[in-house]
């Protein structure tokens, strides 16, 4: 727990320093947000739909197809919220998925102590892909459903099309991998609950007359939201209380309140969307505080996540370093996001990071081995953090 002003605790460091103006045009002309209260605002307030998050490419469906909660704005999207609500409250969580986060959480960590040595990317991916499966009712997948997402969700992205060879091969990789998460994992569970009714994600796309093709794609929203980000935090997550004796200490010895704004604190340092787009439909005036700035409609709006959560106006002094008692007044920041869009999940990851990292850590002798490497999707700002293998002694040594 750092408390030098002049240090930055992240690991996954974008490599921006934060500028001085609120908001400011990039070279394309995109309006990029950096302060905390004019983010939230613009989140919260009328004016903007989404961009960005391969929204180009779903607004290229036939219109007759639904598109996933993710992409959709307004009264739609607001209504689909408030019925999918309940598979979200923290009661629902502690009590229908916390003992679920514990026995996957036991199974990998099993794997742990069988090898003496495991990637932590793996075992919380199986973590995350295990909860969130059970929440969108993913739960009929045949084997191999990690190494499909793998596929689906690869380190380097290319871009799709039809002019050139590259283009050519994602296409065809994608409409792949789409196909086999189709037959696989999605086809399976719609037709089990078609046989019989769960109460869960599926379940409530179906009754609503969803297709086949539409409840796929909100799987894979939910794949993304929900099993690649956790995966992702819960490595910078771990590699922050491998490098910090002190914080490691303070997580140790908390009960899961003070832990979870441990996680809290940690989220909003380091989110793990670094990007937000807005697409403005209107003029929207964003109230900076040298002044008013007006967004004409139709431009597109940039929110800079790792910016506007350390911006020291609302998340006080030293705002790069690691102090978990601020997580009470501002908690992840807008990690989550925030307004319509927040992320409905944000409960379920820090709980499912904290079940399984609380238990990481109390085994005794673990530590960290190898260097971790971080990269960056660029088209979100994400990190992915890969080479964190977590060790234990060899039998006899200590």
Known sequence: M????????????????????????AADGTWQVHDFAVARALLR?????????????????????????????????????????RFFTPRRVDEHYRDLMVRIAEEQLARLRASGKAALSDLAFDLAIGVVSEVVGLRHSRPGIRRRLERFFPEEFGEPGLTSVRGLYWL????????????????????????????????????????????LGECLT????????????ICLAAWHLFSDAELLAHYRSSDEARRLAVLEELLRLEPVIGRLRRRTTEAVELACPGGPVTVPPGDHV??????????????????????PDRA????????FG????????????????????????????????????VAFQEAIGGYEIRGLTVALPRPGRR
């Open 2 to 25: 750092q408390s030098d002003e002049q240090h930055s605790a992240r690991k996954a460091d974008r490599g921006r320093t934060r500028p001085r103006c609120p908001v400011s045009r």
């Open 45 to 85: 307030g009328p004016g903007t739909v989404q961009a960005g998050l391969g929204i180009e490419t779903v607004e290229k469906l036939p219109r007759r197809i639904r598109r996933p909660v993710l992409y959709r704005d307004g009264a739609e999207h607001r209504e689909h919220r408030r019925q999918t609500a």
């Open 172 to 215: 065809l990789r994608q409409n792949t991998n789409w196909l086999r998460i189709h037959l696989a994992d999605v086809r399976p569970a719609v037709r089990a609950h078609r046989r019989r009714e769960e109460d869960d994600l599926i379940s409530h796309l179906i009754a609503e007359g969803c297709t086949d093709a539409e409840i």
């Open 222 to 233: 939910f794949a993304a939201a929900g099993m690649v980000t956790t995966r992702e935090f």
């Open 302 to 323: 940039e929110l800079l996540l790792d910016d506007a959560n350390s911006d020291p106006g609302h998340v006080g002094g030293d705002p790069l370093c690691v102090r």
């Open 328 to 335: 009470r007044e501002v908690g992840a920041g807008l990690s």
């Open 338 to 373: 925030d307004g319509p869009h927040r992320c409905p999940g944000a409960h379920i990851a820090l709980l499912e990071t904290d079940v399984f990292l609380s238990r990481l850590f109390a085994l005794d002798g673990v530590r960290m081995s190898g260097t971790p490497r």
